[in-house]
């Protein structure tokens, strides 16, 4: 198990509700692909460098998790089909 962190930029214009159920819907997706979350991190909403599907802000969340190299493509593929994700970020820390 390796260690990463996963920055996430959601959509603004959901309401505290339905980010709720994104961010478990994440959880659930990283905990299904064996992977453990370590610290969760919520920056709060920011106004984006450039807008992104005409969106000018985001809500910042940085997840700190442990998982395998090979589930970790898996993770990123359900993340990309995700329509409340704007962007995200997978570094694996040293």
Do not use: C, H
Not at 1 to 17: F, G, I, Q, R
Not at 37 to 60: F, M, R, S, T
Not at 63 to 82: A, V
Request: net charge positive; proline share 2%; aromatic share 6%.
């Amino acid at each position: 198990m390796e260690k990463y962190e996963l920055t996430l930029v959601l959509d603004a214009d959901l309401n505290s509700e339905d980010q709720k159920k994104l961010i478990a819907k994440i959880k659930k997706t990283i905990e299904e692909n064996k992977g453990k979350i370590k610290q969760e991190e919520e920056w709060g909403k920011k106004e984006l460098a450039y807008p992104i599907n005409k969106k000018k802000n985001g809500v910042y969340l940085l997840l700190n998790l442990e998982s395998s190299k090979e589930d970790l493509p898996k993770i990123d593929k359900k993340l990309k089909i995700e329509e409340g994700v704007l962007r995200f970020l997978i570094l694996r820390k040293e």
